[in-house]
C-alpha cells in the first residue's frame, strides 16, 4: 500500500493526524524544564575529615592514608584524590561513568564506617557527599528588618525564611550568607571534673548521644515539599545545662555541675557585603531535575507571601541567573 498515494486521495485522516503531532510537540515543548545546563549524575563521592588542631602531615598518616585504603578496595574505583590543610582532610573518589552513583555513595559510607574505630577518637564524624554538578545558586537575597540585630537576623534566616523556602518544589537548599552562627559553648571545669572523677571525653560522648540532630530526607505534605529531620531534645543553653550526664559507675549530674553553658555566637570565618556594607542574606539552590524557571517563580510567590505574614522584613534580590537562562531559551 501506497501511503502517500493514500493520504492524497484521503487528506483529511493526514491532515488531523499532523494537527495532533503538531499540538503533542507543542504541549510536550512547553512542559519541558528549562535549565541553563542540563544534570549530570557523576559517580564521584567526597569524605571530608576534621580533626582540630592536627597538623597536615598528623592527618595524612593518622586518617587520609586509612581512609584511602578503605576505599581503594570499593568496586568501580577509577581515582583517588586527595587534599590536606591544617584540621581537615577531603578524600574525593572517582567512579568509573558505569556506576551507580548512589551505590558508589553507599559503598564509600560502608568502607568510611568500617575502619572509623582505627580514626583519631578526637576527630569529628566524616562529612559524605555525592559531587552534584547542579548545586550553584540560581538566586541569592539580602534580608533587613528594623530592630533586629545581626544575630537575631541571622537565626530568622536559618529558622524562619529557611523553612518557608524549603516547602517550594525544586528547592533543594536555602544556605544563608553573611550573618554569624549561634553556637552553645559548653566551657568544662577541670577541678570539679576531677573532683567528682570525670573525664571530658565522658561528657562529650554523652551529649552527641543526646543531643544529635540528623536529615531524614524530604515529603510531600499538602501539596509542597518539606525538608524532615531528627530534631534535638533542647533548644536553648539553660535546658543544654540542666540535661543529665550519666557515667560509667551509675551516677548521673547535671551538665551545669561540671560546665559553664552559654549562649554565643561562633567565630566569624566569612563575610558578605552589598555595595560595600555588610549584609545579611541567603542563597537558593535548586534540586537535581528541577527547571530554573518554575523554582525561580516558586520562590518569589513563596517570599510575597512570607513578607505578608512578615511586614517589616525587607528583601532585595542581588544576583538572578535565571533571567539569563530564560532569555537564552526565549
Same mark, same amino acid.
Given at each position: 500500500?501506497? @501511503?502517500?498515494?493514500?493520504?492524497?486521495?484521503? #487528506?483529511?485522516?493526514?491532515?488531523?493526524?499532523?494537527?495532533?503531532?503538531?499540538?503533542?510537540?507543542?504541549?510536550?515543548?512547553?512542559?519541558?524544564?528549562?535549565?541553563?545546563?542540563?544534570?549530570?549524575?557523576?559517580?564521584?563521592?567526597?569524605?571530608?575529615?576534621?580533626?582540630?588542631?592536627?597538623?597536615?602531615?598528623?592527618?595524612?598518616?593518622? @586518617?587520609?592514608?586509612? *581512609?584511602?585504603?578503605?576505599?581503594?578496595? %570499593?568496586?568501580?574505583?577509577?581515582?583517588?584524590?586527595?587534599?590536606? $590543610?591544617?584540621?581537615?582532610?577531603?578524600?574525593?573518589?572517582?567512579?568509573?561513568?558505569?556506576?551507580?552513583?548512589?551505590?558508589?555513595?553507599?559503598?564509600?559510607? =560502608?568502607? /568510611?564506617?568500617? %575502619?572509623?574505630?582505627?580514626?583519631?577518637?578526637?576527630?569529628?564524624?566524616?562529612?559524605?557527599?555525592?559531587?552534584?554538578?547542579? &548545586?550553584?545558586?540560581?538566586?541569592?537575597?539580602? *534580608?533587613?528588618? #528594623?530592630?533586629?540585630?545581626?544575630?537575631?537576623?541571622?537565626?530568622?534566616?536559618?529558622?524562619?525564611?529557611?523553612?518557608?523556602?524549603?516547602?517550594?518544589?525544586?528547592?533543594?537548599?536555602?544556605?544563608?550568607?553573611?550573618?554569624?552562627?549561634?553556637?552553645?559553648? @559548653?566551657?568544662?571545669?577541670?577541678? $570539679?571534673?576531677?573532683?567528682?572523677?570525670?573525664?571530658?571525653?565522658?561528657?562529650?560522648?554523652?551529649?552527641?548521644?543526646?543531643?544529635?540532630?540528623?536529615?531524614?530526607?524530604?515529603?510531600?505534605?499538602? &501539596?509542597?515539599?518539606?525538608?524532615?529531620?531528627?530534631?534535638?531534645? /533542647?533548644?536553648?543553653?539553660?535546658?543544654?545545662?540542666?540535661?543529665?550526664?550519666?557515667?560509667?559507675?551509675?551516677?548521673?549530674?547535671?551538665?551545669?555541675? @561540671?560546665?559553664? /553553658?552559654?549562649?554565643?555566637?561562633?567565630?566569624?570565618?566569612?563575610?558578605?557585603?552589598?555595595?560595600?556594607? #555588610?549584609?545579611?542574606?541567603?542563597?537558593?539552590?535548586? =534540586?537535581?531535575?528541577?527547571?530554573?524557571?518554575?523554582?525561580?517563580? &516558586?520562590?518569589?510567590?513563596?517570599?510575597?507571601?512570607?513578607?505578608?505574614?512578615? #511586614?517589616?522584613?525587607?528583601?532585595?534580590?542581588?544576583?538572578?541567573? /535565571?533571567?539569563?537562562?530564560?532569555?537564552?531559551?526565549?
Amino acid at each position: 500500500m501506497n @501511503v502517500s498515494a493514500w493520504s492524497i486521495r484521503n #487528506p483529511i485522516p493526514a491532515v488531523l493526524g499532523f494537527i495532533l503531532l503538531t499540538f503533542l510537540g507543542l504541549s510536550a515543548f512547553k512542559a519541558m524544564k528549562i535549565q541553563l545546563f542540563p544534570d549530570i549524575d557523576l559517580p564521584v563521592v567526597t569524605v571530608a575529615a576534621q580533626l582540630p588542631g592536627a597538623s597536615p602531615e598528623q592527618l595524612e598518616v593518622e @586518617v587520609a592514608r586509612k *581512609i584511602e585504603n578503605a576505599l581503594a578496595g %570499593v568496586q568501580g574505583l577509577k581515582h583517588l584524590y586527595t587534599q590536606v $590543610k591544617d584540621s581537615s582532610a577531603v578524600i574525593s573518589a572517582e567512579f568509573r561513568l558505569e556506576r551507580d552513583s548512589r551505590a558508589a555513595l553507599e559503598d564509600v559510607r =560502608s568502607a /568510611v564506617a568500617r %575502619v572509623r574505630g582505627d580514626l583519631p577518637r578526637e576527630m569529628l564524624d566524616p562529612v559524605i557527599n555525592k559531587v552534584e554538578l547542579s &548545586g550553584k545558586p540560581l538566586l541569592t537575597y539580602t *534580608i533587613a528588618a #528594623p530592630g533586629m540585630s545581626e544575630e537575631e537576623l541571622s537565626w530568622f534566616v536559618d529558622n524562619n525564611v529557611a523553612k518557608q523556602l524549603l516547602g517550594v518544589k525544586g528547592v533543594g537548599a536555602v544556605n544563608r550568607v553573611g550573618g554569624v552562627t549561634r553556637q552553645v559553648r @559548653v566551657e568544662l571545669d577541670p577541678v $570539679k571534673l576531677l573532683g567528682l572523677n570525670v573525664t571530658a571525653a565522658e561528657v562529650s560522648a554523652q551529649l552527641r548521644q543526646i543531643q544529635q540532630e540528623a536529615p531524614g530526607g524530604r515529603a510531600e505534605l499538602g &501539596g509542597q515539599e518539606q525538608s524532615i529531620r531528627t530534631v534535638a531534645t /533542647v533548644r536553648t543553653a539553660d535546658e543544654l545545662g540542666q540535661m543529665e550526664i550519666s557515667l560509667r559507675d551509675g551516677r548521673s549530674l547535671h551538665l551545669n555541675q @561540671v560546665a559553664e /553553658v552559654r549562649d554565643t555566637i561562633a567565630e566569624r570565618r566569612s563575610a558578605a557585603l552589598h555595595d560595600g556594607r #555588610p549584609v545579611v542574606g541567603f542563597e537558593i539552590v535548586r =534540586s537535581l531535575g528541577a527547571s530554573d524557571v518554575a523554582v525561580a517563580d &516558586g520562590v518569589s510567590a513563596a517570599l510575597d507571601e512570607f513578607k505578608r505574614d512578615h #511586614p517589616r522584613i525587607i528583601t532585595e534580590r542581588v544576583f538572578n541567573m /535565571v533571567d539569563t537562562v530564560y532569555q537564552t531559551y526565549q
